[in-house]
């Protein structure tokens, strides 16, 4: 007997990467699970790139039967610029995807019937051996309930209380360019390459991705940038205020930039970024831009109730293992519930596991942050003058 057999429903609360991970994972052990996404609809896969670690590949592959490299491109090179914009290269071979070519192999895997979009868990209340799952009028009881609404999270609070991340201090600014817009000789530039420009409390990176929803023929993929810029609160307010007045508050969606906004960044990229980094800033039609955030828990269990993705732990980008801590959250709760005798046993050995290696990350992405010189409090001229990215 295993955990598995304690169990027949599962109610996961959110359907992006982290849901969908655990929702895949635990369908493959034969159990009866309910995703609900708030959002209605298909998401926008205009944003973006990630790095392809190897437990999404393994995911991918094991539970989708997506081979990785068929969703994925290719890098066989670091390049470093400096300022001039020469370059070198170190040898690192990796494999580059986007959130959409993650999403829909999940997706994909996942009996459509599962999955109810444009609809919220309004709340999720304990009961004798399961939780209550309310989503609009209607109240599901399930057996387990897993909470993937994200790192804003509106339940984290019923398993780690007063948890809520923290702005770190300087946002992503992100932007995505068609591969058939860029000039040949960009192409050449940053082709097979993962490219790096560290400046003075900055960091520029790119890297080409596949194109809609994993395309990867020739002149179907995208170019991928991100530009780490500190900024203190009011700025982050400024930069994520939409060119309608609109507040956003952690984030900017594409296609919303304000012009003044949008003005600064190109003249920051001007004075900064070595030229072919620059030209990237120029082309790009909507650039988009998140805060970075920290946060981290002290449980991810209580009861019958996990806590998975970035709703327990919101780790630095640098540390390229958001999507992949989501998906290690599945993968070690899939092996948990088949290997171990009783449901306590497998959720509480599951919830070590994640904890130790949640709070090992967010260290080691605080620590990047620190090398690269974007951590500590924003200079006060900076924060008067809002030119401070
Ligand atoms: C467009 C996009 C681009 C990204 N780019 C990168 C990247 O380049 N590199 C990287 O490592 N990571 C990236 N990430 C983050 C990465 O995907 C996540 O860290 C990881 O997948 C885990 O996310 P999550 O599913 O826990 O949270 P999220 O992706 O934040 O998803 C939370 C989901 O919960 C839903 N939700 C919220 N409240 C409710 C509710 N009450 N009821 C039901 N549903 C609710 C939201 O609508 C959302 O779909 C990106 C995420 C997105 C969405």
Redo the contacts with the bound molecule.
Sequence with gaps: MSAVSDIKSVGV?????????QAVALAELGLDVTV????AGR???R?????LQPGVAWFLNTFCGVDPDSVSVPVTHRQFFARDGRSHQTLMRQQMIS??A?YQSLRDRLDRARYHDG????ALVPRPDGVAVH?GDTVQPVDLAII????????RGLVAPDSTPRYAGYVAY?GVIDETELPEDLSALFRDRFSFYDGERTQFLCYFIPGDFGATAPGSRRM?W?WYVRADAPALDRVTTDRDGAAHGLSLPPGLIAPQVYAELLDRAQKVLPEPLRRLVELTREPFAQAILDGRVSRMRQDRLLL????AF?VR?HT???????AADAIILFTALQQLPSLDAALAAWENNRLAEGDALYRHGVGLGQRLGLNGPVPASAAVSGQNY
């Design positions: 609360v959110g359907g992006s990467l982290g849901g969908l991970f609900w996404e708030r959002s998401p926008d896969d944003g973006a790139g990630i790095v959130w959409g993650i609809r919220p868990a309004t989503v993937a609404d994200g790192s804003a999270s509106r339940h992100r991928n991100v998975t993705g970035d709703a919101v980008p390229a293992a958001s999507a992949e801590k989501a």
